[in-house]
Nanobody, 123 residues
């Protein structure tokens, strides 16, 4: 079974950028649709963005549109989330998961949720 590890989080000032990585191990996930999610303190986990296995279909939450870009490099078994113009409300733990596109948008993933990567945006 594929396992995913998130990385790339950190502390950044408002207006700054970060690139998150979701690396797969265990087996190739080039045929999987992959989504990014986030969970802020005291809030439910929410959908951020998803990319189909070939990268031809992209979906974004309204909060991510125009600022975040999801991409993938199947040769590296990695999916990325480039986050620009970060805002304090983007502060959360960010996770990735695989699944069907509709399920991912409903925050349903095929795999157990990993540890995620913390993103903190200061004002």
């Amino acid at each position: 079974q594929v396992q995913l590890v998130e990385s790339g989080g950190g502390l950044v000032q408002a207006g700054g950028s970060l690139r998150l990585s979701c690396a797969a191990s265990g087996r190739t996930f080039s045929s999987y649709t992959v989504g990014w999610f986030r969970q802020a303190p005291g809030k439910e986990r929410e959908f951020v963005a998803a990319i189909s296995w070939r990268g031809g279909s992209l979906y974004y939450a309204d909060s991510a549109k125009g600022r975040f870009t999801i991409s993938r490099d199947n040769a590296k078994n990695t999916v990325y989330l480039q986050m620009n113009n970060l805002k304090p409300e983007d502060t959360a733990v960010y996770y990735c998961n695989t699944g069907r596109m509709a399920a991912l948008q409903a925050v349903v993933g095929d795999l157990s949720w990993g540890q995620g990567t913390q993103v903190t945006v200061s004002s």
